[in-house]
């Protein structure tokens, strides 16, 4: 059977995948009620995968469950995180508690926080005036805005947002493209980059066809792989990816591939195969459907340029992202 075992550069799944969660999400009773806000796609299937790092910051920075409210006061630029009930100003220490623990936070290969939160909400966190009630979604947890700052390319999601499954799929997508990248052989060659590239060749396709050909183009003339030249190629790689892919991009990558079968597979067969891809571009069959046909073709007639693509399993089969798609 086609096993991501078999994918070239993928040996190093032996190593666990380390991934940082809002501790709520895990079932700890530690938000400001005193209650939890346990995650089911977390819990019960990304969990068979991955190791987690549950923290808390407002617990972490020494507050009590339960506690008092906190919330983001100012700007978007000038954003604060205050005691609602005694006014305490504890953005700096919020800030902190990601600055002091690089060396977990260094491990990881995404993180998912939990939504709304002052001090993890990603996005369209309330910001309040500073003498009144009035307020905007406009404003990003302290804790999160703090390490989008130290980790740039770092796959981070909502658990709110995981609900949806092409959000769902595509974060998973992204945890294993970046969790490939920190386990590439240091100090990083560039034989080990232009495989890392031309691996996830078609993905990139399907997210960002001028991305793909631009970092290629500058890897090619790059002469040393410096640490600049690193930190910028994995930063637009990982943004290239963010967003999921249309179904129009990923018929087009899947309509290339289907040429690699065709002095394999007779003129039914080809038929058969081309309109399912059809079928999925109309969104009546998922994107799994044509991709197990593939694979399967992949298995009778194997290719070494296309088993080396993440494309055809960029995560474990059995998380089932791509029914959904």
């Given at each position: 059977?086609?096993?991501?075992?078999?994918l070239?550069?993928?040996?190093?799944l032996?190593?666990?995948?380390?991934?940082?969660?809002?501790?709520?999400?895990?079932?700890?009773?530690?938000r400001y009620?005193?209650?939890?806000?346990?995650?089911?796609?977390?819990?019960?299937?990304?969990?068979?995968?991955?190791e987690y790092?549950?923290?808390?910051?407002?617990?972490g920075?020494?507050?009590a469950?339960?506690?008092?409210?906190?919330?983001?006061?100012?700007?978007p630029?000038?954003?604060?995180a205050?005691?609602?009930?005694?006014?305490?100003?504890?953005?700096?220490?919020?800030?902190?508690?990601?600055?002091?623990?690089?060396?977990?936070?260094?491990?990881?290969?995404?993180?998912?926080?939990?939504?709304?939160?002052?001090?993890?909400?990603?996005?369209?966190?309330?910001?309040y005036?500073?003498?009144?009630?009035?307020?905007?979604?406009?404003?990003?947890?302290?804790?999160?805005?703090?390490l989008?700052?130290?980790?740039?390319?770092?796959?981070?999601?909502?658990?709110?947002?995981?609900?949806?499954?092409?959000?769902?799929?595509?974060?998973?997508?992204?945890?294993?493209?970046?969790?490939?990248?920190?386990?590439?052989?240091?100090?990083?060659?560039?034989?080990?980059?232009?495989?890392?590239?031309?691996?996830?060749?078609?993905?990139?396709?399907?997210?960002?066809?001028?991305?793909?050909?631009?970092?290629?183009?500058?890897?090619?003339?790059?002469?040393?792989?410096?640490?600049?030249?690193?930190?910028n190629?994995?930063?637009?790689?990982?943004?290239?990816?963010?967003?999921?892919?249309?179904?129009?991009?990923h018929?087009?990558?899947?309509?290339?591939?289907?040429?690699?079968?065709?002095?394999?597979i007779?003129?039914?067969?080809?038929?058969?195969?081309?309109?399912?891809?059809?079928?999925?571009?109309?969104?009546?069959?998922p994107?799994?459907?044509?991709?197990?046909?593939?694979?399967?073709?992949?298995?009778?007639?194997p290719?070494?340029?296309?088993?080396?693509?993440?494309?055809?399993?960029?995560?474990?089969?059995?998380?089932?992202?791509?029914?959904?798609?």
């Amino acid at each position: 059977m086609f096993d991501k075992t078999n994918l070239k550069g993928l040996g190093m799944l032996q190593e666990p995948v380390y991934v940082g969660i809002s501790a709520c999400l895990t079932g700890q009773n530690v938000r400001y009620d005193g209650g939890h806000k346990a995650n089911d796609f977390c819990q019960n299937q990304l969990a068979k995968h991955v190791e987690y790092l549950p923290l808390c910051p407002e617990v972490g920075i020494g507050m009590a469950v339960p506690r008092p409210t906190i919330r983001l006061v100012g700007t978007p630029e000038e954003t604060r995180a205050v005691v609602q009930k005694t006014g305490e100003d504890v953005t700096e220490r919020l800030a902190n508690f990601a600055s002091v623990r690089t060396s977990q936070l260094d491990k990881l290969s995404g993180y998912v926080l939990c939504a709304k939160s002052p001090s993890c909400g990603m996005e369209r966190v309330r910001l309040y005036n500073e003498e009144s009630n009035a307020n905007r979604k406009e404003g990003m947890g302290i804790f999160a805005a703090r390490l989008r700052e130290l980790y740039p390319a770092l796959p981070m999601e909502e658990d709110g947002r995981l609900n949806d499954p092409a959000l769902r799929e595509n974060f998973v997508l992204r945890l294993y493209v970046y969790f490939e990248w920190k386990n590439l052989p240091q100090p990083i060659t560039k034989r080990d980059l232009y495989q890392f590239h031309a691996r996830h060749k078609l993905l990139l396709l399907a997210h960002n066809q001028p991305v793909y050909r631009a970092l290629g183009k500058e890897l090619a003339e790059q002469q040393e792989l410096h640490e600049g030249f690193l930190t910028n190629y994995i930063f637009r790689l990982m943004r290239a990816l963010t967003g999921p892919a249309s179904r129009r991009d990923h018929t087009n990558v899947l309509q290339h591939v289907q040429g690699y079968f065709r002095k394999h597979i007779d003129s039914k067969q080809r038929t058969a195969l081309a309109n399912l891809i059809l079928d999925y571009r109309k969104g009546t069959e998922p994107l799994a459907a044509p991709l197990t046909m593939m694979r399967h073709y992949l298995n009778l007639y194997p290719d070494a340029y296309l088993e080396s693509q993440s494309y055809f399993q960029p995560y474990p089969d059995d998380l089932k992202l791509r029914y959904g798609l």
